[in-house]
């Protein structure tokens, strides 16, 4: 597997979806990270914010990859990964329509191949993250920090095949 030089991490959500991208050069190095807020109160106007947003980002940065968090849900709660469903939806969209392969990864496999615990709160991956990264503060809110250990995720991976 070849090492992409910019990888884009997206946190699925629709009310807050996170965003990082990190490129390669030789060490890891932040280019962005921000969230895509959505206050739109339709579903049709909730996807479609996230949708523009995340074009607005893959156009700027031109990624090689996109990084993603798998979809979880509780089996006491389906409606919620219904509803996700709709915010991975458009990514993969955003994705496709600027021919970027996404990889997919297991929220417990992000947190065990970024922090070393796969259990990690969202506390130690921001400050994991912030570690890795050499920023001065942790990502805030939580998403972009989530979006981020996506990116080194896919990256950490990638080098390690």
């Known amino acids: 597997m070849t090492i992409p030089r910019r990888i884009l991490g997206v946190d699925p959500g629709l009310h807050i979806t996170g965003y990082g991208v ?33 074009i607005e980002v893959i156009e700027q940065f031109r990624p090689e990859v996109l990084a993603v968090e798998q979809l979880y849900a509780h089996y006491k709660h389906p409606r919620t990964a219904i509803l996700m469903g709709h ?3 458009v990514i993969f969209l955003a994705a496709a329509q600027h021919k970027l392969p ?16 796969g259990r990690a709160s969202k506390d130690q991956v921001q400050r994991t993250i912030q570690r890795e990264l050499g920023l001065a503060t942790a990502p805030e ?21």
């Open 22 to 54: 990190i490129e390669l050069n030789p060490g890891v190095k932040l280019c962005e990270a921000g969230i895509i807020r959505v206050t739109e109160k339709s579903m049709a106007e909730r996807v479609l914010a996230i949708h523009s947003g995340l």
């Open 102 to 117: 996404v990889v997919s990864y297991n929220a417990t496999r992000i947190k065990k191949i970024v922090t070393g615990s």
């Open 87 to 89: 915010a991975r939806g």
């Open 141 to 161: 809110p939580p998403d972009v920090a989530d979006a981020l250990a996506a990116a080194l995720c896919h990256f950490y991976t990638a080098r390690d095949v």
